[in-house]
């Protein structure tokens, strides 16, 4: 992976983050950091 695509990846998912924060009160970030709570969880059963 390049530089640049690397900074478009990183500015492209601070967008989504900064957009989901203005718009939607952060409900899909804490949706995704609960959801990779509960796979984290999961896995450490299995481990």
Known sequence: MTNRIALWLAGI????I???A????GRILLFLAKELLDLVQYIAFWR
């Open 18 to 20: 900064f957009s989901d």
């Open 22 to 25: 203005l718009f939607n009160e």
């Open 13 to 16: 998912t601070v967008m989504l």
